[in-house]
């Protein structure tokens, strides 16, 4: 059975967001009623341990799927009801060595999920900041990229490379892949490297449409995930940032992203399921958002000036980010109350 859909969140830069951002765009869309599979493909297993789980515990994880004959399904554990995680583990280092003989070792993942019966809807890859094996069988395996990217200048030097990594495993690999968009992480609206860098890279993609580069669709989401310190938090909790705090703006900014991912892949349901949440005698209208009390300071004007010079085959962004979510009046209510899901 083929799962319906596959995204590889990647950036072969360290600390950008990905893994806080599999784990908890994850929850927000399986709280939904969608069901979902991670999968850590990082050795460094922090995703694994996002979600509560124990690296090396006495079950078969990704290590096993990959260079053994354990199934997906048995190597899946359930987190609840609707969410579940294939653990990673620091053998998973050695993989590449141990599969360099191994004919199509770049398409093994691939050939793990379609052998899966589990009825996911979405599977969310965890890559590691890298660009080797592990990550090539993420793409392989992919039928979209989504790249966590932070706002500063240094964040688009190897976006180039990225880029071309994509493009070679379109060509010869894996025909269908695209690049879903780019997922602004840790971001800082009020600064005017923000804005220049957003700007630079909306250029760049506009320039890509009508081309047949794998990105040439690709937007920037409007749900830029702001920095806060909560979802540094909640990790060494092993939960997610809805189980930890569910208030917080953390919460918030990955509950938009979800609205939005949900809307990526079924634009009429979404549509759909947002018009049932209003009144029957109410028109269907766009909700406007209003500042948070972590953002009534005025932004800082934006210079007109001409965009900083992008690195080779780097990546413009579709649409500005919206302005986040105002925070619930309610007083926050225990995390183990929250639909989310059980904490692990």
Not at 72 to 90: F, H, Y
Not at 95 to 115: C, H, K, M, P, Y
Request: aromatic letters at 6%.
């Amino acid at each position: 059975m083929r799962v319906v859909q596959t995204v590889a969140i990647i950036n072969q830069k360290g600390g950008v967001g990905k893994t806080t951002t599999v784990a908890n765009l994850g929850a927000a869309v399986a709280a939904g009623g969608h069901r979902l599979c991670l999968i850590d493909m990082d050795p460094q297993a922090h995703l694994t341990l996002h979600m509560g789980l124990e690296p090396g515990a006495n079950q078969p994880g990704i290590y096993q799927v990959l260079t053994g004959d354990a199934p997906l399904d048995d190597a899946a554990v359930k987190l609840n009801e609707n969410l579940s995680a294939v653990p990673s583990v620091i053998d998973l280092a050695a993989a590449e060595t141990e599969l360099v003989s191994v004919v199509g070792r770049e398409q093994i993942l691939r050939d793990r999920l379609s052998d899966c019966n589990s009825g996911f809807e979405y599977v969310m890859v965890d890559c590691p900041p890298s660009l080797g094996l592990l990550t090539l069988n993420a793409l392989a395996a992919a039928d979209y990229v989504f790249i966590p990217l932070q706002a500063h200048f240094l964040a688009l030097q190897g976006l180039g490379m990225l880029l071309e990594t994509i493009s070679l495993v379109q060509q010869r690999i894996n025909p269908a892949l695209k690049v879903g968009g780019v997922i602004l992480c840790m971001y800082e609206k009020q600064t005017r490297l923000a804005g220049e860098v957003v700007a630079d890279l909306e250029e760049f993609l506009q320039a890509a449409r009508g081309s047949d580069v794998p990105w040439a669709d690709a937007n920037i989401f409007s749900a830029a995930i702001r920095r806060n310190i909560k979802l540094a938090e909640c990790p060494s909790y092993g939960k997610t940032i809805f189980d930890y705090d569910p208030y917080s703006h953390g919460a918030m900014d990955y509950d938009a992203l979800a609205e939005e991912f949900l809307a990526f892949f079924s634009p009429q349901a979404a549509a759909d399921e947002s018009a049932t949440q209003k009144h029957p005698d109410e028109p269907a209208e766009e909700i406007e958002t209003t500042q948070t009390a972590e953002s009534i300071e005025p932004s800082e004007p934006v210079e007109p000036s001409e965009p900083a010079a992008l690195p080779q085959a780097s990546p413009p962004i579709g649409e500005s980010p919206a302005e986040p979510r105002p925070v619930p009046e309610a007083p926050p209510s225990p995390a183990a109350d929250h639909p989310y899901g059980a904490s692990h």
